[in-house]
């Protein structure tokens, strides 16, 4: 079974950084491309970043290029991504999803989530 | 950026009726390959998103046949053929053929 569980998130303050991470089973992680997707507070979801299965691709929304930056260890199974120079609008529930398979084009399995609240 | 605008922002739909929701893009989804990168999802309240439908009319595993989806180039359309009580949610279409994805707003659907 495909497991996604994400970590990290908690209340921090505008202009501070965070590291959230999300730990795969159920699947041969490195075979893949995963995924960080938002969602504000009542609000649509909003994609944030991809990376490869090799990780030599990596693409960002304009959102936030320049201030994240996604990652992956495959030895670990686990998907990072480094929030900088936080702001109030970068507060959402973050999902770390899978891809389907090799340039699919679809999510196919999605976590619950973690939430950052960036707030003074 | 890809710009997807759904339409309605919300339905009130009465159990066993049609819904349809309306979805277009500020490009056109085919790409050279072949494929037409517009998806559909459904977040059901308080959960994460579930695809329903790939690459336009391509229902995913599990996903009942009274979902289906049309359409080419930027217009796009998903119809539920009689709405049950399960279905209701936020429906979002969503295109992957340029590397930055791009969602639409989402479309809350409610039963009477």
């Known amino acids: 079974e495909v497991q996604l569980v994400e970590s990290g998130g908690v209340v921090v303050q505008p202009g501070g950084s965070l590291r959230l991470s999300c730990a795969a089973s159920?699947?041969?992680?490195?075979?893949?491309?995963m995924h960080w997707v938002r969602q504000a507070p009542g609000k649509g979801l909003e994609w944030v970043s991809l990376i490869s299965w090799d990780g030599g691709s990596t693409y960002y929304a304009d959102s936030v290029k320049g201030r994240f930056t996604i990652s992956r260890d495959n030895s670990k199974n686990s998907l990072y991504l480094q929030m900088n120079s936080l702001r109030t609008e970068d507060t959402a529930l973050y999902y770390c999803a899978k891809e389907a398979y090799d340039s699919s084009g679809f999510i196919d399995y999605w976590g619950q989530g973690t939430l950052v609240t960036v707030s003074s | 950026d890809i710009v997807m605008t759904q339409t309605p922002l919300s339905l009130s739909v009465t159990p066993g009726q049609p819904a349809s929701i309306s979805c277009k893009s500020s490009q056109s989804l085919l790409h050279s390959d072949g494929k037409t990168y517009l998806y559909w999802y459904l977040q059901k309240p308080g959960q994460s998103p579930q695809l329903l439908i790939y690459e336009v009319s391509n229902r995913f595993s599990g996903v009942p046949d009274r979902f289906s989806g049309s359409g080419s180039g930027t217009d796009f359309t998903l119809k539920i053929s009689r709405v049950e009580a399960e279905d209701v949610g936020v429906y979002y279409c969503?295109?992957?053929?340029?590397?930055?994805?791009?969602f639409g707003q989402g479309t809350k659907l409610e039963i009477k």
């Open positions: 969503m295109q992957s053929i340029q590397p930055s994805w791009t």
């Open positions: 159920g699947f041969t992680f490195d075979d893949y491309t």
